[in-house]
């Protein structure tokens, strides 16, 4: 029997590439050895409403767990691979999650990547960027500062092994910083264009 990993990778690349019969077949082979397992669930009732048969779906989505979660994940993953798919899923966790940035960032940008602009800039006005900088800026700046601060008072009490314990994590911050410091920015410039 094959990994259930493999398995799911399997029936993920089908799924990509609409083969929605050999999807199905790996799925179902997967839930007959492991009925519970949420993603492939998941998996069988996505293909069951793609292909038409929502009612079907419905009982899949109920033993998949928390479907918000997993539809975030596959319109991320479907986002430059099939926007109309993944746009339908990006529709449907803005609305049970009308507060969550990335994800209206993401619909937006997928909207201005279909031409579709006065959809992405409706995206960017639901954009609350001041969390964003705070959580992806000041808060990564701050603990770097913190630590350096403390650093800087070891290596003049002489503690200086600890003092680079607490230099390598003020380095950590900057990566966190670079990281994420330009996706809040992004935002911030998105949601001042959007005009709201």
Same mark, same amino acid.
């Given at each position: 029997?094959? !990994?259930?990993? &493999?398995?799911?990778?399997?029936?993920?690349?089908?799924?990509?590439?609409?083969?929605?019969?050999?999807?199905?077949?790996?799925?179902?082979?997967?839930?007959? !050895?492991?009925?519970?397992?949420?993603?492939?669930?998941?998996?069988?009732?996505?293909?069951?409403?793609?292909?038409?048969?929502?009612?079907?779906?419905?009982?899949?989505?109920?033993?998949?767990?928390?479907?918000?979660?997993?539809? !975030?994940?596959?319109?991320?993953?479907?986002?430059?691979?099939?926007?109309?798919?993944?746009?339908?899923?990006?529709?449907?966790?803005?609305?049970?999650?009308?507060?969550? &940035?990335?994800?209206?960032? !993401?619909?937006?940008?997928?909207?201005?990547?279909?031409?579709?602009?006065?959809?992405?800039?409706?995206?960017?006005? &639901?954009?609350?960027?001041?969390?964003?900088?705070?959580?992806?800026?000041?808060?990564?700046?701050?603990?770097?500062?913190?630590?350096?601060?403390?650093?800087?008072?070891?290596?003049?009490?002489?503690?200086?092994?600890?003092?680079?314990?607490?230099?390598?994590?003020?380095?950590?911050?900057?990566?966190?910083?670079?990281?994420?410091?330009?996706?809040?920015?992004?935002?911030?410039?998105?949601?001042?264009?959007?005009?709201?």
């Amino acid at each position: 029997m094959e !990994s259930i990993g &493999n398995l799911l990778n399997q029936i993920i690349a089908h799924y990509e590439k609409k083969e929605y019969d050999a999807a199905e077949k790996l799925v179902d082979v997967l839930l007959v !050895s492991h009925p519970d397992f949420h993603r492939g669930q998941f998996m069988k009732a996505v293909i069951l409403e793609e292909t038409g048969r929502a009612d079907d779906a419905e009982r899949h989505y109920d033993k998949a767990g928390n479907r918000y979660t997993l539809w !975030s994940r596959l319109a991320t993953q479907l986002h430059d691979i099939d926007p109309d798919r993944a746009l339908r899923y990006y529709e449907r966790v803005t609305k049970a999650d009308p507060q969550n &940035n990335t994800l209206w960032f !993401s619909l937006g940008d997928l909207y201005e990547k279909m031409g579709r602009r006065d959809d992405a800039r409706e995206c960017y006005k &639901n954009l609350s960027p001041v969390k964003e900088v705070l959580s992806r800026i000041f808060i990564p700046l701050g603990f770097m500062i913190f630590l350096l601060s403390g650093a800087i008072a070891m290596i003049q009490r002489g503690e200086r092994g600890l003092a680079l314990v607490v230099v390598a994590a003020a380095v950590f911050c900057i990566f966190w910083l670079k990281r994420d410091a330009g996706k809040a920015v992004k935002m911030v410039i998105k949601k001042i264009q959007s005009g709201k």
